[in-house]
């Protein structure tokens, strides 16, 4: 998640058009896109004596994405809108909410500065008007909370992180939905994993030693300190811990001290893609026998371009991702059409489902205006999408990961692992998700 946690801290579309592929397609057949499964009924108008106030009037209704659609963060920015698009897109061709057309407004945070996000929320609440807001990243501080909080407006993010949830409790806020679980289930559910292929053998670790490296940012620290707390436990012994600054591409001097102190596991928190693609082409010119561990950053197309063959054998997860279902599937296969790019594993299918969650809450609310029934109808039902099951804590307001804190799939957000193989994205945890298994890097003995 998406996930830029840094704030404390660019494709020419195909010939097809939306219109020719939500016709060649059928939006029925793509399962209910905008009520998950439900049927469409849910966004037909409804008559006055609904009280629906909004949807008699059939003025078109503005939605807001946030996103870095510049920048160093832009590649994970254009998968957040593209998402947002499909999502717009199909909801309009379905009759739109409640007989409302929607309009997206994208807001860039280019850099990511914490003004730039005070910004964004100033003017998709107060001059554009939007009804619903989302977007991947937001600060590390939540200072742009206050705005949607104030105006009551539903707001969406994926950015995984716990302080974000805190400020959400903290504050009483009813109306910010944290769309992932946060960081800290990163680590812990790597660790669980890990133990899973040594107690069958899978992975025999060349020594108990790990060497840990994280930006320098809450996100990225957070999760790296859980891993290292939880390896520890274990009888493992941390041989090495180093914080960058992003966007990091000479990794140097860090290779050197693996180099010379080989460790038998490699846990990187930076969440970059270019950092992490710079990282595993200058450690296979020279791979110690370490399994390495990247988080986050291969989710984005980019990865794969940059790092090449350098990815295989890599491993790494998202606590929210597109699965490789049938639901998934269709879904990148409709990306590919429209953009003519495959789409990554994380923001767009997040997004995509971001909104037609909204719409469907909207239409169960009977009013996209009133704020507070939108919310509680986001808060009181649970919603499977490309990317798996969106049910919310009621308190925090936070996706709750399966496997590592329910273990029922059907209520809770997969915490997904993947290794790269071939060239290809090959997702190892969890079933019933899976579609390969783990296996040793051909440089790991």
């Known amino acids: 998640m998406s996930e830029n946690k840094a704030a404390s801290s660019g494709a020419k579309k195909s010939g097809i058009s939306r219109r020719d592929l939500v016709r060649n397609a059928g939006i029925a057949g793509v399962g209910g896109l905008v009520v998950g499964g439900a049927g469409g009924y849910l966004l037909a108008p409804r008559d006055s004596a609904s009280g629906g106030g909004a949807a008699a009037s059939g003025e078109t209704l503005k939605v807001g994405i946030f996103a870095p659609v510049t920048g160093p963060y832009s590649g994970d920015g254009q ?11 199909d909801i309009n061709a379905s009759g739109g909410v409640l007989g409302q057309q929607l309009e997206l407004v994208t807001a860039d945070i280019s850099d990511m500065a914490p003004e730039n996000f005070v910004q964004a929320a100033e003017r998709l609440v107060s001059r554009e008007g939007c009804v619903a807001v989302s977007g991947g990243y937001t600060t590390a501080t939540s200072v742009e909370f206050d705005t949607f909080a104030q105006a009551g407006v539903p707001m969406f993010h994926t950015n995984t992180l716990q302080d974000n949830t805190n400020y959400v409790v903290d504050n009483g806020i009813t109306n910010i939905f944290q769309c992932c679980p946060t960081e800290i289930w990163y680590a812990s559910g790597f660790i669980k994993l890990m133990q899973e292929w040594i107690d069958a053998g899978t992975w025999t670790p060349s020594s108990k030693t790990a060497a840990v490296i994280s930006s320098n940012d809450s996100y990225s620290i957070s999760i790296a300190n859980v891993l290292q707390e939880g390896i520890k436990e274990l009888g493992w012994e941390i041989t090495m811990y180093e914080e960058v600054s992003v966007p990091y591409a000479d990794w140097g001097p860090q290779l050197s001290k ?19 693609a710079s990282f595993a082409k200058q450690f296979a010119s020279a791979p110690t026998n370490s399994l390495l561990y ?28 597109t699965l490789p279902d049938e639901k998934g599937a269709t879904f990148r296969d409709r990306y590919q059409a429209e953009y003519g790019s495959e789409a990554g594993l994380s923001q767009s299918g997040a997004q995509y489902d971001i909104f037609r969650l909204w719409a469907r809450a909207a239409a169960v609310a009977g009013d996209a205006n009133d704020f507070e029934r939108v919310a509680a109808a986001v808060r009181d039902n649970t919603f499977r999408g490309v990317v ?40 190892i945890s969890p079933a019933p998700y899976t579609n390969g298994e783990f296996e040793l890097p051909s440089w790991v003995s």
């Not at 038998?264 to 930076?270: K, P, Q, R, S």
């Not at 950053?297 to 929210?320: M, Q, R």
């Not at 099951?389 to 997904?416: C, G, R, W």
């Open 294 to 321: 990247q988080q986050y950053g291969p989710s984005v197309p980019e990865y794969l371009e940059l790092a090449g063959d350098a990815a295989n054998g890599v491993i790494w997860s998202t606590t929210i991702g």
């Open 258 to 276: 693996i180099r010379n102190d080989p460790p038998g596991l490699i846990f990187i928190t930076d969440y970059l893609a270019g950092d992490l």
């Open 79 to 89: 998968e957040m809108v593209r998402g947002a698009e499909m999502a717009i897109a």
């Open 388 to 427: 798996g099951t969106y049910a919310f804590d009621q308190t925090e307001l936070t996706a709750v990961p399966y496997p590592d804190k329910i273990n029922d799939p059907s209520l809770a957000m997969p915490h997904l692992t993947y290794q790269i193989k071939g060239g290809e994205q090959v997702l």
